[in-house]
């Protein structure tokens, strides 16, 4: 059964506070990794398509990496800006498009 | 580019009337849309697949005949929730796949539904 598991459920930084967020995943063939951002109320905002191990993404202070197992969110220096959820998502080779959410990261950055 | 939106935004109704939301690509033809249910504090639940021109296909537990979802056109699919009862609340969030790139959804602001 393909599972996704987000960790630490939330995390407290300080601004300028480097962190990583994981998500690791067990999914039989894996199409794509996608990142999403959620602030409260709002929909998830498109952040990185990781399709392969090795491959890593990066956005302002948000680097993505991936392994065969499991990928990591780096946030580098974060603003209070970056507070929100950061959802990690699987796409499965036989989903039809479908995606597979974890449960998040809440993330919150006191100035 | 690939921006989507959802209308409206928030909606309350009475118990046993019936809702339709409607979630369109601006910018970019979806020839898969997606709808989620999200309860508080929780991650994004699948309730559909919306493939233009064709029936939905619904997770198991989801009650078709609940939840009617057309996808009428490339830009638009809507999802009206009938006879609607307060366990129905919730946020609903819909997502487009792009044919560009095809792997990515992106998705709407969401439509946040309570039933009184």
């Known amino acids: 059964e393909d599972q996704v598991t987000q960790s630490p459920e939330a995390l407290r930084l300080q601004e300028g506070e480097s962190s990583s967020l994981n998500c690791s995943y067990t999914v039989s063939g894996l199409r794509g990794l996608f990142w999403y951002r959620q602030d409260p109320g709002k929909g998830p905002e498109f952040l990185f398509t990781l399709y392969s191990a090795g491959e890593e993404k990066e956005k302002e202070r948000l680097k993505a990496t991936l392994t065969k197992k499991e990928s990591f969110l780096h946030i580098t220096a974060p603003k209070p800006e970056d507070s929100a959820t950061y959802l990690c998502?699987?796409?499965?080779?036989?989903?039809?498009?479908?995606?597979?959410f974890g449960a998040g990261t809440q993330v919150v950055v006191t100035p | 580019g690939a921006v989507v939106s959802q209308h409206p935004s928030r909606v309350i109704c009475k118990s046993g009337t019936s809702v339709k939301i409607e979630c369109r690509s601006l910018d970019f033809q979806a020839t898969t849309m997606f709808w989620y249910r999200q309860f508080p504090k929780k991650s994004l639940m699948l309730m559909a697949t919306?493939?233009?021109?064709?029936?939905?296909?619904?997770e198991q537990g989801v009650e078709k005949d609940k939840f009617l979802i057309n996808h009428a056109s490339l830009t638009l699919s809507t999802l009206t929730v009938t006879s609607a009862h307060p366990e129905d609340s919730s946020f609903y969030i819909c997502s487009a796949r792009t044919t560009l790139r095809v792997d990515t959804q992106y998705f709407g602001p969401g439509t946040r539904l309570t039933v009184l």
């Open positions: 998502a699987v796409q499965p080779a036989d989903s039809w498009g479908k995606l597979q």
């Open positions: 919306s493939n233009e021109g064709s029936k939905a296909t619904y």
